[in-house]
């Protein structure tokens, strides 16, 4: 009788930016297709399929700045579904590049304040760690492969999916 393979069940959401992490997220499925087909259980991820369901999740890899009521609401609903949340990328982290009206003088301000109004914007951009808890970063613009790789490993590890001499790339 063969063992059913334990998976990481992850979730990847995407907010205000150009995306560049998520289109390196896709791209890794190039060179390591069998290895997250193996060890990841995709419970949320638009970029990769529409049933999509957020509960549940050990690892949300979360990109990009918050810049309206709505992005909050949604970040904080992946904080309460998920055990952990690794902020992806520049924006997810600190908030900038995506964040840059924040610091726009204040005839600037007045001058795109309809836009925001017109689209739902916030008045101000927000990191993910100044709305909820965050418990891992991958920093970078966009984020950087080998601590993306890194944190992989380490959640791999922490949920006993992999040996803690093992690694995600020797799966592929
Ligand atoms: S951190 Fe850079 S690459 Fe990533 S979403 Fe923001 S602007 Fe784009």
Redesign the pocket.
Known sequence: MTTKQKKLKIGWF?FT??????IMFVEMLNDNFFAFKKLFEFRHANVLQSNNTLSDIDVAFV???IASDKDKEKLLKIRKNSQYIVA??????TG???GHRNNFDDKLKKEISPYLLQFDQADTVYALHELVDVDDKVP????IEKTFIEVVDKYLKKFKIIDQSDSITNHS
């Open positions: 995407s930016c150009c995306e560049d992490s998520t990109e990009g700045a992806i990328g520049s924006c997810a982290v900038l590049p995506s970078g613009c966009p984020m």
